[in-house]
């Protein structure tokens, strides 16, 4: 039983690097967008414009103050996360996300950890471990790594580039 929950630990492990790594995928995506949008709006209205310096200082701090927080938050933070270098979502959080995007495991992914959680405290250890057995073996063959698709990310970016 126990090299059971070890193996749901490590998928679930797996898919929080996996959870990160997406997000640092679409972050990066998202900040190169920005950056180039916002370069070419500033460019063509002052070609267009010709800004006096007071303008051209605010635009270019404007510029400055908006890549390097967006770089913090899209980019930094998701990479700091995927090489385990500060708070990251628990197995519990990420129970949940797997649980809201796979019908058939919904609750019960967050149910064995909470129910090995209990167990360590419990009278009744063997009753609790066998329900956690039979849990992770309805759950086992789930592939919790199926959210993040880079297709998926692709058919995305293709969706709006479209619109």
């Known amino acids: 039983m126990n090299n059971n929950y070890e193996l749901l630990l490590g998928k679930l492990d797996e898919f929080i690097r996996k959870y990160y790594l997406n997000k640092l995928i679409k972050g990066t995506l998202l900040f190169l967008a920005l950056v180039f949008a916002y370069y070419l709006f500033a460019s063509l209205f002052e070609y267009k414009l010709y800004f006096s310096p007071a303008v051209r200082k605010f635009i270019l701090a404007t510029f400055l103050i908006g890549t390097l927080s967006t770089l913090c938050v899209w980019i930094l933070l998701p990479l700091f996360h995927y090489l385990k270098l500060g708070k990251t979502i628990s197995h519990e959080q990420a129970a949940q996300i797997i649980g809201r995007h796979f019908q058939n495991v919904k609750d019960k992914l967050l149910n064995v950890l909470q129910l090995k959680n209990q167990s360590q405290n419990a009278y009744n250890k063997e009753l609790i ?12 063959l789930v592939p919790f790594q199926a959210l993040f698709n880079l297709l998926k990310i692709k058919n995305t970016l293709n969706m709006y580039c479209h619109q």
């Open 129 to 140: 471990e066998a329900s956690i057995s039979q849990k992770i073996e309805n759950i086992k």
